[in-house]
């Protein structure tokens, strides 16, 4: 059975950094694309960094470009998203997610496995 847990969500004031874990098992994990979306309340899911199998490449939505930074570490199975600068916009529920044969990297329907989201709000 596969399972994607994040963790590492909270309260944070503006101008603050969280770094959220997505621990995986049951999958290969190194075989898998592996993806950050966020939803928003009263909002739809959005893409928020994906990173390729080996790690080499790195994609990220543009409001978060040069704030956040997608990582992975295959041999401990897990996926990182590091936050900094945040704001308030970036309050949300975060989740991760694999894909397996590397479609669309922004797009929901491409992943194959989700995890259960970690709430993110910043606020002072």
């Known amino acids: 059975q596969v399972q994607l847990v994040e963790s590492g969500g909270g309260l944070v004031q503006p101008g603050g950094s969280l770094r959220l874990s997505c621990a995986a098992s049951?999958?290969?994990?190194?075989?898998?694309?592996l993806g950050w979306f966020r939803q928003a309340p009263g909002k739809e899911r959005e893409f928020v960094a994906v990173?390729?199998?080996?790690?080499?490449?790195?994609y990220y939505e543009d409001s978060v470009k040069g704030r956040f930074t997608i990582s992975r570490d295959n041999a401990k199975s897990t996926v990182y998203l590091q936050m900094n600068s945040l704001k308030p916009d970036d309050t949300a529920v975060y989740y991760c997610?694999?894909?397996?044969?590397?479609?669309?990297?922004?797009?929901?329907?491409?992943?194959?496995?989700w995890g259960q989201g970690t709430q993110v709000t910043v606020s002072s």
């Open positions: 990173i390729t199998k080996s790690g080499r490449d790195r």
């Open positions: 997610a694999a894909d397996f044969r590397g479609g669309s990297y922004s797009s929901m329907r491409s992943y194959d496995y």
């Open positions: 049951g999958l290969s994990f190194s075989t898998y694309f």
